[in-house]
């Protein structure tokens, strides 16, 4: 096509090409091994009829577990998404400009969707799941509850299968809301999908140390007051502006592919509107955008999340399956190594030259007491370790930032990288806490014990301060709660629960540490 004003009128339709060639990997002998998965344009299918493209190149219900893309991290991984994803045209209103896909988001998952690009309006005067809809200048009357959350429970209750595909909610458009909406909304989100939802000190872990939790659900969330569970909001690359040419917009999504995102959630928006102002279906220069070549330079490799309208009517999905499998086998070099003390012969975590390291106790290799190890190298190693013990283990931290011993319980575990970097922590081990916020979590702020994160950050800002907060009364021993602040107020650590019983001001640019002892049922501060 060409970036005449012919290309701005009328909605743009796929022309169908032939299915490019399934990848296929030689071995030395030239003989070929295992098929893998395979891009592919469009081939004269029925679309038409329902708006996906058939026949699919790839397994699609179950691609990231099936295909077993076990060492990629989220921020390394490609996630196929819909723009205004609860904007279809089955949905219960009259679909017009407004609408941006073809099925609702029970199929879309089914067919391989892993992003969902969500804006939320708030009806205050609605009850149950009607009060959050999604929203494209109007309702479309889908319901956050019944076609987000419960469309995803049903899918993932379909087969087992599925238990391995890591979604991508991004709420990153909020409609009448208030601070109190936001809290009811996100409460829902946390009670509904709280034990399956992805923390942020994941991000980079391998898919292989996720799947471990039996999680799988990313929430971003774009608001200052956002839960400790939730991500910061995904980075929406978008043109800013509605009607672009399409060699314009061409030019835009090569340049971001070129960007450097430092690890963060970011999304193409690939897509635009006529000058009719209709969603545009332009699906033939797509699949070339983000083409997969079976080489090095494909240009799918290049991105996180790709987010167009009327996702479904090419084979984009089967692109982006096929650029995950190249990412998998040729990029990320480094296999997660699993660790214990039965493999390690010694009582001490090890600082491998490995990035990437699950350290676990179970039943059958358990010993009381492990140690940091020190190491000196130039490969930075990041280290999950956790508790799957029946019996609980102690663990030395005096070679890392937090300079503790932990009694890591079952189903406890602990974050932590180890970095060569000149600095503050040279050398030594660095945890990575969950973050939580005051107007998310509250004003007392309590470390998830038996089902997480052993050590948490509770961080205050400019409107996101309480002026008191409190030491919960009772947590799992040892656990560890670091307060900071970048408020310009001055909050108040109340000294009701700890050893000495006086409250503490924490100033701009302070941290004050505390741990919880079970024998005297106090904190002390340390």
């Known amino acids: 096509m060409n970036d005449s ?30 098929r893998g998965p395979g891009p592919g344009f469009c081939p004269a299918g ?21 295909y077993n893309f076990y060492k990629l991290p989220i921020p390394w991984a490609i996630f196929p998404g819909t723009h205004n994803s609860g904007m279809d045209k089955e949905a219960g209103y009259t679909h017009s400009t407004i609408t941006c896909q073809d099925v609702p988001i029970s199929k879309q998952l089914v067919s391989g969707i892993r992003a969902f690009d969500l804006r939320v309006a708030f009806y205050p005067n609605e009850a149950g799941a009607k009060r959050f809809q999604f929203y494209h200048g109007a309702s479309s009357q889908r319901t956050v509850l019944n076609d987000l959350i419960r469309a995803y429970m049903l899918f993932r209750s379909g087969t087992t299968s599925r238990m391995k595909e890591v979604i991508i909610l991004d709420f990153h458009g909020f409609a009448n809301f208030t601070t109190a909406a936001h809290g009811e909304l996100q409460k829902l989100l946390i009670d509904e999908l709280g034990s399956w939802i992805i923390g942020p000190e994941f991000k980079d872990s391998p898919l292989d140390h996720i799947w ?4 799988t659900v990313v929430v971003s969330y774009n608001h200052h007051v956002s839960h400790s569970l939730f991500w910061p909001a995904v980075n929406q690359r978008w043109i800013g502006k509605d009607i672009p040419s399409t060699e314009e917009l061409k030019r835009f999504v090569e340049a971001v592919g070129n960007e450097n995102h430092n690890g963060a959630l970011y999304a193409i928006q690939a897509h635009k509107y006529t000058k009719v102002m209709q969603p545009d279906d332009f699906c033939e220069e797509l699949m070339g955008w983000f083409a997969g070549d079976q080489s090095y330079g494909s240009p799918v490799l290049k991105y996180n999340i790709i987010n167009t309208d009327w996702s479904l009517r090419c084979r984009m999905v089967d692109n982006i399956i096929w650029g995950n499998d190249f990412n998998h086998r040729y990029l990320v070099s480094s296999i997660p190594a699993r660790q214990n003390p039965s493999t390690t012969g010694r009582a001490e975590v090890p600082a491998q030259m490995q990035p990437l390291v699950f350290y676990e106790m179970v039943d059958g290799n358990w010993i009381p007491d492990a140690t940091l190890a020190i190491r000196h190298g130039s490969v930075r190693s990041t280290v999950l370790l956790m508790c799957r013990s029946t019996l609980p283990i102690s663990l030395d931290m005096t070679t ?11 189903g406890e575990y602990v ?5 060569e970097v000149t600095g503050k922590y040279f050398g030594r081990w660095v945890v990575r806490p969950r973050v939580y916020r005051p107007l998310a979590n509250g004003n007392t702020p309590k470390p998830e014990g038996r089902n997480g994160c052993k050590i948490i950050i509770y961080q205050a800002a400019d409107t996101d301060w309480f002026e008191r907060v409190y030491l919960p009364p009772v947590v799992s021993d040892t656990s560890v709660i670091i307060f900071r602040s970048q408020a310009a107020f001055d909050y108040v650590i109340d000294g009701s629960n700890s050893e ?18 079970a024998a005297i049922g106090k904190w002390r501060q340390f």
């Open 400 to 410: 890392s930032n937090v300079p503790v011993n932990l009694k890591l319980e079952r």
């Open 500 to 517: 000495n019983g006086a409250a503490v001001t924490i100033k701009k640019g302070q941290e004050f540490r505390y741990q919880y002892s």
């Open 415 to 419: 974050f932590l990288y180890h970095t």
């Open 5 to 34: 004003d012919d290309d701005l009128q009328q909605p743009t339709v796929c022309v169908p090409e032939t299915l490019l060639p399934p990848f296929e990997e030689l071995d030395k002998t030239g003989q070929p091994i295992e």
């Open 212 to 215: 471990t939790f039996g999680k």
């Open 46 to 66: 029925n679309w038409r009829e329902d708006g996906i493209c058939r026949p699919f190149n790839n397994r699609r219900d179950d691609w990231m577990g099936y």
